[in-house]
Nanobody, 113 residues
Framework: QVQLVESGGGLVQSGGSLKLSCAAS????????MGWYRQAPGKQRELVAR???????VYADSVKGRFTISRDNAKNTVYLQMNSLKPEDTAVYYC???????WGQGTQVTVSS
């Protein structure tokens, strides 16, 4: 069973940047889709970005042009570079692996106005 551990969250001012990391306990090469989700207080968890084994990516409309997802299979790690952060990006960010449907514990991102 793969375990996922997120890091890199924190408090940042509006317009700032953060880079989240998701480290997997095993080689994730065989996992088809890695994704980042987020959940704000009182809201449902939503997809932020996905990256497929071939390298193609999918982004939520709300983050297109500001966030970039990437993966380093040699380091068993997936990243989410977040630029031009807005207060509405405040949420707990979770890493996810499919098709096993494995979740990390989440990391808090808070953007102050």
């Amino acid at each position: 069973q793969v375990q996922l551990v997120e890091s890199g969250g924190g408090l940042v001012q509006s317009g700032g940047s953060l880079k989240l990391s998701c480290a997997a306990s095993k080689n994730i090469f065989s996992i088809n889709i890695m994704g980042w989700y987020r959940q704000a207080p009182g809201k449902q968890r939503e997809l932020v970005a996905r990256i497929f084994s071939g390298g193609s990516t999918v982004y939520a409309d709300s983050v297109k042009g500001r966030f970039t997802i990437s993966r380093d299979n040699a380091k068993n790690t997936v990243y989410l570079q977040m630029n031009s952060l807005k207060p509405e990006d405040t949420a707990v960010y979770y890493c996810n692996a499919q098709p096993a449907n494995i979740w990390g514990q989440g990391t808090q991102v808070t953007v102050s106005s």
